[in-house]
């Protein structure tokens, strides 16, 4: 029931944002306020709600897909990438139309799910063999969705802005991943 109560939440925020005629201006209004770690709880506890006796892979990371497109501030793409067959297949994601296959240890994405690690790039312009999938976007957040030691996927978020992404947001981001991971049957 929980997540039936959200679920209408969401939609009454959307039915707000279309009459409107402009999507942020309905959800900027309805962000979670605070500092950024405190921004990073609330989602976290939305996530948790939304994943709630949820096991589905591709219905849990369409709706975090969503929540951080639409809960953070200037993003231009928000999405998941799938590991299958030596690759990076495209997931759920939120913004423009996106690069469907990423070799591992390529880009950005790539490089994340390569290393195990994340990568945050304040200037995707400077960093080495970058896949430009929107040329809008200036820098890059990658986190890898690793269970047991195998990598999974990664959560990629854009933004047209320079030097958006900081270390409070991958350790958000992070954390998200953590909660995403737990909450999939894979």
Known sequence: MRRSVWCFETTRLVAQSVSKGNEMTAFDAD?????????????????????????????????????????????????????KGGELVL?????????????????????????????????VHAFPGHIACDPASNSELVVPLVRGGRVLGVIDLDSPEKGRFDADDQQGVEALAAVLVAACDW
Request: proline share 5%; charged share 20%.
């Open 31 to 83: 962000r979670a306020k605070g500092t950024k770690r405190e921004v990073y709880a609330e989602l976290h506890r939305q996530a948790q709600g939304l994943f709630e006796g949820e096991r589905d892979v591709i219905a849990n990371t369409a709706n975090l897909s969503a929540l951080l497109f639409f809960h953070l501030p200037r993003l231009n793409w928000a999405g998941v990438y799938f590991l």
């Open 91 to 123: 997931g759920p994601f939120q913004g423009k139309p996106a690069c469907v296959r990423i070799g591992v240890g390529k880009g950005v994405c790539g490089t994340a799910a390569a290393k195990q690690a994340s990568v945050l790039v304040p200037d």
